[in-house]
């Protein structure tokens, strides 16, 4: 399914503190899964940050999620899939398609990311529009493997931190809206990774919760590499990784 998608946040503020005007987000999708939405401030804002004895948490503008330290690039992730995921033991690993995502400068405080999947199935394109009151600060979800890059505390082993994050909610018979979570990452161990190229990087391997996705962030640029999606009722689980440019 190809769909291209815009979403406007009509009221975004911090607690006991009010923005002059609303935030518009905007991204550019044609995606398989979820839309993904990012949209990282660059501006330096009063600090928000709160901490507690494991975790940092990180909000937008306390200077923990540093968007200066993203590259502006063009990147190509090979997607592959397990087969007959629904026996005990999972079938071999096949090649399902190409994500790649673009990321830019938006004037000269903010980033974008336009992604893109590439499949053999692709065949209709949807339009949507979706408008929700958020009552506090976020990041959107579906910009992890990019806030984990801008995150230069993800770089030792049992480091953690924590996300608020904007997604989508949704339900049967519900219209959809924003709706406002955590995630938790940790940094649990490193790891060399094979890439499609036949290179090997090593690289800090960080699960999340609650969804439970991997992640693997190569150590010398602190560049996100290669994330695995585990499965989710009929889909089987998915890994992406760097195809190009090789790290």
Not at 26 to 46: E, N, Q, R, S, W
Request: glycine content about 6%; overall charge neutral.
């Amino acid at each position: 399914m190809n769909l291209e998608a815009r979403y406007r946040a009509t009221r975004l503020m911090p607690r006991g503190g009010q923005l002059a005007e609303p935030v518009a987000l905007t991204t550019k999708c044609i995606p398989y899964f979820v839309p993904a939405l990012t949209l990282l401030g660059l501006a330096t804002v009063p600090s928000l940050c709160a901490q507690s004895s494991s975790a940092t948490v990180a909000q937008p503008g306390n200077g923990v999620v540093q968007g200066r330290r993203l590259a502006l690039s063009h990147r190509g992730f090979a997607i592959t899939s397990s087969t007959d995921c629904d026996k005990p033991e999972a079938g071999p690993t096949l090649s399902v398609g190409t994500f790649f995502e673009d990321l830019r400068l938006l004037g000269d405080t903010a980033l974008v990311a336009i992604r893109e999947w590439r499949q053999s199935d692709t065949a209709r394109v949807v339009s949507d529009w979706l408008d929700s009151t958020i009552d506090e600060p976020a990041f959107f979800a579906g910009a992890i493997e990019l806030l984990l890059a801008a995150s230069p505390r993800l770089s030792r082993l049992g480091s953690e931190m924590v996300f608020p994050l904007i997604d989508l909610q949704m339900g049967p018979g519900k219209p959809s809206s924003f709706a406002v979570s955590t995630l938790t990452a940790r940094v649990t161990r490193s790891e060399i990774v094979t890439l499609p190229s036949g290179g090997r990087v090593e690289a800090w391997v960080v699960s999340t919760d609650p969804h439970g996705w991997t992640y693997w962030i190569e150590q010398r640029k602190h560049e996100v590499i290669k994330w695995h999606v585990p499965p989710v009722e009929s889909l089987c689980p998915t890994t992406y990784t760097i195809a190009s440019p090789s790290p």
